[in-house]
């Protein structure tokens, strides 16, 4: 039900509206005004109640031009970056990429505050054709350096038909409260094989908000997997459209959550066309006083017949005091599909944790082996070594922190 | 006299409010085999499990000295390390962990803990071949997560590899030949027959007679409502065989 008074606005809404009048995006800075930040009572939002938990917002960046390490290292990645919203000057692409850049606002519009923001906010995209087949993975990186700084930036991809390519997307940047709003277009090709990754590795003090698009043609073949291990507030949102038929995406993620942290990968997969799959698999690790949450819709058109789809989350809590959410949603408007949705959530467990510990594997290192072990359906089919080795250690980084 | 290398002192343990071992007194000198036998429910995977240190169990009496060092109040990998090793009945499936990856950190744990060099990668896969090879354990088998999707035999098999690849100085084998078909069986034995070397010590838990015509053992135990009530020589695995338990009392299971 809508009240028919105005919603108090707190300081970070006021800052946003301000930013977005001053961006020229009147009608986002409407709607914000009207209604304010999502709170529990906006469905999608439930869960991750923006009112609260977004206390400020920053000033807009200023640019900045970075050239420190990359966040994550990926031996043999071809490296671009953006920082600050500014795309920075790239080494020589290889054979078949043709970088370039454009008019920021890459995302399709829908109703969701965080789309509309980085679409009035983004100034420019960063594009990236890929004519052929690339061997190295494309490593994106992209940094809030400096001081507290609020940043929209987008990245555009058009994969061209039966070439395949592993696309890796790292944020990253100074510890200052920034709030990062990112935004991913990838159109992939008839038959193109496409592997996507998404990594925040930022710091705790920063809220991370990014968004995801897909449009798959025909036989198109897409892995995605979201990784939430370094922000306070994170949310992901997934939002693949299956566009053609025989299109099939693996759609995968991984909250790593500990004390006061609240990771959120929202998906919304559309099956526009008959004879389209998807497999949405998603593990959320919780340890401390901390909230995971995967919120899976999968919506079917009407004639988006032999549409099949289970959407699944799992989840491992490391302490009694965690939070892990589900929230399958099932919107189907054809009648012969095979949809499902599921989830699962427990602790260690005992017996296997004795098992490796009778064989004289000391505690601690038995409960790495069996995390690895949760989580070893997301990276085994990672097939690049350094790629999947550089996973790992995030991981390892992350229990390792617990320990 | 040499120090056992197994020694139980009058052991009470209990779960959930209910005693399951109700004063079990064993000695297990070097190099011999033991046998103990007795009817389902008796408490046998109990007396196992709290070798090894489970945690689910309550000690409320009682001494398990291994080689002559209480274990009472070690952890289940600190145990192993001291040697001690349980052929698990019902071995767990552990779905993305590699058998080779536990396997290789089982054996340089156990090694760390002792102070010893870890082993290179080379050594450690010969040592896995050589284990491997005698109970017919290839290379497929250890590809595969631990023991995920191993068949019963193929689980016994894979205990009996792990224990020769660990080399403990106290076997504990709880019901082994369950679910083993007479072949398998007898890879199994031969398994466990080819660890023993006059200093390795076993304890062999079974329910039937069968397996002490493969694995011979030195004494036979007979197990009854959370303790031992006879002890004999081999004979005595063919006696109750031929009686039962039921000269023995306790509830029939
Ligand atoms: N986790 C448990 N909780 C309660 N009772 C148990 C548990 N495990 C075993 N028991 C009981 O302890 C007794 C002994 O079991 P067990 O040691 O498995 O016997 P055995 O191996 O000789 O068949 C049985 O009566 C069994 O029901
Ligand atoms: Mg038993």
Redesign the interface.
């Known amino acids: 039900m809508r009240a028919n008074f105005p919603v108090r606005l707190g300081p970070a809404e006021d800052a946003l509206i301000a930013q977005l009048k001053a961006a020229g995006a009147d009608s986002t800075a409407e709607r914000i005004t009207v209604a304010g930040l999502p709170t529990r009572r906006v469905e999608s939002y439930h869960y991750t109640d923006l009112k609260t938990l977004l206390r400020a917002i920053p000033p807009v960046a200023n640019a900045a031009n970075e050239a420190s390490a990359p966040a994550l290292r990926i031996p043999g990645a071809f490296n671009l970056m953006i920082a600050n919203g500014a795309i920075q000057n790239a080494a020589t692409a290889p054979a078949g990429v043709i970088v370039g850049k454009a008019d920021g606002g890459v995302l399709t519009t829908r109703d969701d505050v965080l789309v509309h923001i980085n679409g009035a906010l983004a100034k420019e995209a960063l594009t990236l054709t890929l004519e052929n087949s690339v061997d190295p993975v494309i490593q994106v990186e992209r940094r809030i350096e400096g001081e507290a700084a609020h940043v929209a930036d987008a990245l555009k991809v058009f994969v061209a038909d039966d070439a395949s390519a592993t696309i890796v997307e790292t944020f990253s940047g100074s510890d200052a409260a920034h709030v990062g709003n990112h935004a991913t277009y990838l159109s992939v090709g008839r038959n193109a094989v496409v592997t996507h990754i998404t990594i925040d590795l930022s710091a705790r003090a920063v809220s991370h908000f990014a968004t995801n698009e897909y449009q798959l043609a025909d036989g198109a073949r897409l892995r995605t997997l979201v990784i939430h291990a370094g922000a306070g507030l994170a949310r992901t949102h997934v939002f693949p459209r299956m566009a053609g038929a025989g299109a099939h995406a693996d759609l995968t993620g991984l909250n790593l959550v500990a004390d006061g942290q609240h990771a959120d990968i929202t998906m919304e997969t559309l099956h526009a066309v008959p004879h389209t799959s998807s497999q949405p698999l998603f593990k959320s690790i919780v340890r401390g006083r901390a909230k995971a949450i995967v919120q899976g819709k999968l919506v079917v058109a009407r004639d988006a017949q032999k549409t099949d789809a289970k959407f699944m989350h799992q989840g491992l809590m490391l302490s009694d005091e965690a939070e892990i959410l589900s929230k399958p949603e099932l919107e189907i408007y054809a009648d012969d599909v095979v949809c499902g949705h599921g989830s699962t959530c427990g602790m260690i467990d005992?017996?296997?944790l004795?098992?490796?510990?009778?064989?004289?594997?000391?505690?601690s290192?038995?409960e790495t082996?069996?995390v690895?072990?949760?989580?070893?359906?997301l990276f085994d089919p990672i097939d690049d070594e350094e790629l999947n080795e550089a996973l790992q250690t995030i991981v390892d980084s992350w229990l390792m922190v617990g320990k | 006299m040499t120090t056992p290398v197994l020694e139980i002192r009058n052991l009470h343990a209990r779960i959930e409010e209910r005693e399951i071992l109700k004063g079990v007194n064993l000695i297990i000198p070097p190099g011999e085999v033991h046998a103990i036998m007795g009817r389902n429910g008796s408490g046998k995977s109990t007396l196992s499990y709290v070798l090894?240190?489970?945690?689910d169990y309550e000690i409320t009496e009682g001494e398990v000295l291994l080689n002559g060092e209480n274990i009472l109040e070690m952890?289940?990998?600190e145990?192993?390390?001291a040697g001690l090793?349980?052929a698990?009945q019902y071995?767990?499936e552990?779905?993305?962990?590699a058998t080779m990856?536990?396997l290789k950190?089982?054996?340089n744990?156990?090694r760390k803990?002792r102070g010893e060099a870890e082993l290179s990668t080379p050594d450690f896969m010969r040592a896995v071949k050589e284990a491997g090879a005698q109970l017919n354990i290839d290379n497929d088998m250890l590809k595969r997560?631990l023991n995920v999707g191993f068949s019963g035999g193929e689980k016994k098999r894979a205990e009996i590899m792990?224990m020769a690849l660990?080399k403990p100085s106290l076997a504990v084998l709880d019901e082994t030949d369950s679910g083993l078909d007479i072949d398998a069986l007898q890879v199994v034995s031969k398994g466990v027959n080819a660890l023993r070397d006059g200093q390795r010590s076993m304890l062999v838990i079974t329910h039937y007679q069968r397996l002490l015509n493969h694995i011979v053992p030195d004494v036979v135990h007979v197990f009854s409502d959370g303790r031992i009530v006879e002890s004999g020589d081999k004979d005595l695995a063919l006696k109750l065989e031929a009686q039962g338990y039921a000269s023995y009392g306790g509830e029939a299971a």
Not at chain 1, 354 to 363: A, E, H, V
Not at chain 2, 52 to 55: L, Q
């Open positions: 005992e017996d296997s004795f098992y490796l510990m009778s064989r004289g594997i000391p505690k290192e038995a082996m069996l690895r072990g949760f989580i070893a359906e | 090894a240190g489970k945690e952890e289940p990998d145990r192993a390390a090793f349980l698990f071995p767990i552990i779905p993305g962990v990856t536990f950190a089982a054996l744990a156990q803990a997560p792990q660990l």
